[in-house]
């Protein structure tokens, strides 16, 4: 997959993400994941995180970005405001959907 990828170019990557944390950032619980995640977020002109609320405040051993690699999270409207606040500081749009 890596190698595929690092001769491809996206316009738009939707990717999910098994914890959010403010000081971490957006973690998985597979280091190949991780690699593959952040290679998609390096290959496409705009990233797209899609977490609902039991995402936010949870780390996971392999970090694929800091929010400031990402353009947008897709959210519910259950996720916690300080760290919706958080990410738009870094430059991240929200979207509650």
Do not use: C, W
């Not at 690092?6 to 939707?14: E, S, V, Y």
């Amino acid at each position: 997959a890596v190698s595929s990828l690092r001769d491809m170019h996206a316009n738009i990557a939707f990717l999910g993400t098994n914890g959010l944390d403010l000081k971490v950032g957006l973690t998985t619980v597979d280091t190949e994941e991780a690699v593959i995640k952040k290679l998609m977020i390096e290959k496409s002109n705009e990233s797209i995180v899609l977490a609902d609320n039991s995402k936010f405040s949870r780390t996971y051993a392999a970090r694929f970005a800091q929010f400031q690699d990402i353009d947008r999270i897709v959210t519910d409207l259950d996720s916690p405001s300080q760290i919706l606040d958080g990410m738009k500081h870094a430059g991240v749009e929200v979207v509650i959907a």
